[in-house]
């Protein structure tokens, strides 16, 4: 708050290794406006991107165990989301996006939160043994959805 009673941002940190009363940081409220508007009248942050498919990390063991790419593999596929429109089945394994390899579902989103819903985004996929690019139009995260940590249920 600043001397006059307006709220200028939103603490995020705080770190305190003595007595006295240490280092704080925030979020300016100019960049919190905007959240707090979309979950105040849609219940959601509106422009979320999302995939529509659950993974599960394939290491560099487990890929030579089971002779498979080392990236992220499709656990699941939500029905007419994203990447169901866009041709990727449970089994797939993704190892790159817009050219550039991953090997982590955190990656992956790291990447597709790049881009904003509506956007379109390149995902290279592994099929049995075969290296396919597949151009995917990233549909946005509403409030029904739910987000699980680096696995998304439906919005990775």
Do not use: W
Request: with cysteine.
């Amino acid at each position: 708050f600043d001397q006059y009673g307006h709220l200028i941002g939103i603490v995020v940190a705080k770190s305190s290794g003595s007595d006295v009363e240490g280092l704080g940081f925030a979020i300016p409220i100019t960049q919190a406006k905007t959240i707090i508007d979309d979950l105040i009248n849609y219940g959601y942050v509106k422009g979320r991107p999302q995939l529509g498919i659950t993974c599960i990390d394939v290491d560099e063991t487990t890929a030579n165990l089971y002779n498979m790419s080392v990236g992220a593999y499709v656990r699941s596929v939500t029905p007419n989301g994203a990447a169901d429109l866009a041709g990727i089945q449970e089994g797939d394994i993704i190892i790159g996006v817009n050219g550039t390899a991953v090997s982590t579902t955190e990656e992956i989103n790291e990447k597709k939160n790049e881009f904003k819903a509506g956007d379109t985004i390149t995902l290279t996929i592994s099929r049995n043994g075969k290296d396919t690019d597949v151009q995917v139009t990233l549909q946005e995260v509403t409030q029904g959805d739910t987000l699980f940590g680096d696995q998304e249920a439906v919005e990775n």
